[in-house]
């Protein structure tokens, strides 16, 4: 007898299975790994300590500061009172439970999405939650990531399972070579412009072809890290030896004879031939140009080459109020080139490109030069690690001589639960994933960016791709 | 959560339709670290508005039961509202119609949501009326309420009427699974990652 051919999701799926629910009900899957911040968490303990119950398994549970944190003055205590209370709350809690944590000051401490690869604690052929949106991160390794809501947190910490219900697949086909100057992030930004904010709901999306297959960890988790941002329940890549060769050594890779029979079965994790996606999608690498968003939501983006849209020109009568009312609160007029929007702010972090790949790949870009008059650029590391790495390879030099600011490592101004906010009415390119009304600040304006288009868009002043520089 | 089956306590006219969260609960009160302590954001700003409020009279301050108009819980999906009745002490909410989302994050707290028929609500309104601070009797099993010589038969569906008579949450449902957790717990890979103990500080 041959088994039904299956998607990587779907074997996922089937190897956390505890129950498998009947009538309607979820089914309940085992939890791995859940990642916890300071945000989410509080009332989740407060439940536990209500309940009279305790953490099942400490031992797959680790906490980080990140959300709240400051990127300068440290050592200082958190200025804003709710800001420092939840912190606080976080240290508190996982102390009176015995939860690992990485605080701030703590060369492991940094955003969520970042700290679990680094330590080697993702991997793949795991089920990881936590309560983030953007633990889609994670799929790149060939995991089931998700994000989880406060009560779902608790019910993790009670019983390191969840009941969930099953979902579809889809599958995001990106076949080709990308040209020089065009990155991962070019690929989810036109992944997401194309199937639009909604167009993943339901799905977990499984990211394959060649261009994704040439991409680095880096590269593969910002795509999966953006997957919420379509919707999506989660975001996969296969695993390859790219994701063995990273993970090799971590700190929590597997050792010895456990190497080896975990990557026996990791090899096994990818979808079957014959297996049918209930959706697919392609995308041409070969032709893709530089990605930027010129609206309110992550499905409003187009080529760099190319102009603002006119809203009277789209069909669909909401998408059309809705890009109307998006040009209006980013003081935009359609038909705008996208490389004459001028910028006050350059933001290269978050969770989505603030590894040091990103950051080689900025510094590569602003080496030997001098940023715009007017532009001010916030470089901040997605981990201490990562900020460690980076001044051992000189980044922080290079950053600073372009006159850029070296901050600490944090979501920082990915969203405005910190110190790092625009001003109303000030423009940024930001290399974070959310370019809503207000999330950088109240009344300031996003646009989406790679890291390189960020740092050439500080060295001109103007949105621009690193073959808009001089030699 | 504890079991619940019958139960009688002082039943609260909230003689309006439409009552949303963001009355339930304004979203100032939202940026708490806790889970309980909401009970002074529960209709903060008609309590703060309006003395003569239902719940700002002596005799209403500790009603276990409400009885409210149609379409009750609608708008956002905070869990907050919820937290603030219950604590605020209420066990039970009556009304003839519910928000779904409402009424879902009710029966994970522990706090009934019965339907009754607006005819019914309009009766045991007149009820509380002539006689303020009077005592409703709450029979889950048999699913009545009585108010008086009303008694009411509300609906609510068997699955959440089963987890509050069983005094069960998610979680507790989960953990009726125990076995079938600890047997997948036995059989798992010796390769998958701990957190503990900390290696890589």
């Known amino acids: 007898m041959t088994s039904k051919p299956l998607t990587l999701a779907e074997k996922l799926w089937n190897d ?208 999966c890290n953006m997957s919420i941002e379509a919707g999506a329940r989660a975001g996969l890549v296969a695993p390859d030896q790219i994701t063995f060769d990273y993970l090799k050594g971590r700190p929590h890779a597997p050792e010895g004879a456990d190497w080896d029979a975990a990557v026996e079965y990791w090899k096994t994790l990818k979808t079957d031939d014959d297996a049918v996606f209930d959706a697919e999608v392609f995308i041409d690498a070969d032709t893709l140009d530089p990605f930027v968003t010129w609206g309110t939501n992550p499905g409003q983006g187009v080529s760099l080459l190319d102009s603002v849209p006119n809203p009277a020109e789209i069909a669909d009568p909401n998408e059309r109020a809705a890009a109307e009312r998006a040009l209006e609160y980013m003081d935009l007029a359609p038909g705008t080139k996208m490389k004459d929007i001028a910028v006050n702010t350059v933001f290269l972090g978050s969770c989505t490109n603030a590894r040091i790949e990103d950051l080689r790949a900025a510094a590569e870009i602003v080496k030997g030069r001098k940023k715009a008059d007017n532009i001010r650029m916030m470089v901040v590391p997605g981990s201490q690690k990562v900020r460690l790495q980076a001044e051992e390879e000189g980044l922080d030099r290079v950053f600073k001589d372009f006159g850029a600011e070296w901050r600490f490592a944090g979501c920082s101004m990915c969203l405005g639960m910190n110190p790092d906010q625009l001003a109303p009415g000030e423009r940024a390119a930001s290399t974070s994933n959310r370019n809503f009304e207000g999330r950088q600040g109240k009344g300031a304006r996003t646009h989406l960016v790679s890291p390189v288009v960020a740092a050439a868009t500080a060295v001109r002043g103007t949105l621009s791709s690193p073959s808009d520089l001089e030699a | 959560m504890e079991k619940i089956s019958t139960f009688n306590g002082v039943a609260a006219p909230l003689k309006r339709g439409n009552v949303d969260t963001d009355q339930i609960i304004p979203a100032v009160y939202l940026k708490r670290i806790t889970k309980t302590g909401f009970e002074d954001g529960l209709f903060a700003n008609w309590r703060q508005q309006d003395p003569d409020f239902v719940l700002n009279q002596e005799i209403y301050k500790n009603s276990k039961i409400l009885i409210a108009g149609p379409d009750f819980g609608t708008g956002s999906s905070r869990e907050h509202a919820v937290w603030a009745l219950r604590d605020f002490g209420f066990q039970a909410v009556f009304s003839s119609k519910f928000a779904d989302i409402f009424r879902g994050n009710s029966g994970k707290q522990g706090l009934i949501t019965g339907v009754i028929t607006e005819d019914e609500t309009e009766r045991i309104w007149a009820v509380l009326e002539a006689n303020p601070g009077i005592e409703a009797y709450v029979d889950l099993p048999n699913q009545t309420l009585r108010v008086g010589e009303i008694t009411a038969r509300f609906e609510i569906d068997e699955y959440t009427k089963w987890r509050l008579m069983e005094g069960l949450d998610d979680i507790g449902i989960t953990l009726q699974n125990e076995a079938a957790i600890a047997a997948y717990e036995a059989k798992r890979e010796s390769w998958k990652p701990r957190t503990l103990p900390a290696k890589g500080v």
């Open chain 1, 16 to 223: 956390h299975l505890v129950v498998k629910g009947a009538n309607g009900a979820p089914d309940l899957l085992y939890i791995d790994l859940h990642l916890i911040h300071e945000v989410t968490s509080p009332q989740a303990f407060d439940g536990l300590r209500l309940a009279g119950r305790d953490i099942r398994r400490k031992d797959l549970t680790i906490a980080t500061e990140d959300h709240n944190t400051p990127t300068l003055d440290i050592h200082l205590p958190i200025a804003e009172p709710t800001s420092r209370a939840q912190v606080q709350a976080l240290r508190d809690n996982t102390a009176e439970f015995g939860v690992r944590i990485h605080s701030l000051g703590d060369k492991n401490q940094g955003i969520v999405h970042v700290v679990g690869p680094q330590l080697g604690l993702t991997m793949p052929g795991l089920t990881i939650v936590c309560g983030d949106s953007h633990t889609s991160t994670h799929g790149a390794f060939g995991s089931l990531a998700m994000g989880i809501g406060t009560s779902e947190v608790e019910h993790v910490l009670a019983t390191q399972t969840l009941p969930l219900q099953p979902f579809k697949t889809m599958a995001i086909n990106v076949e080709g070579t990308l040209r020089p100057g065009v990155s991962a992030k070019d690929i989810i930004l036109a992944v997401i412009a194309k199937i639009s904010t909604g167009g993943g709901q339901g799905y977990v999306l499984e990211y394959r072809g060649s261009a994704i297959r040439a991409l680095s960890m880096e590269g593969r988790m910002t795509i």
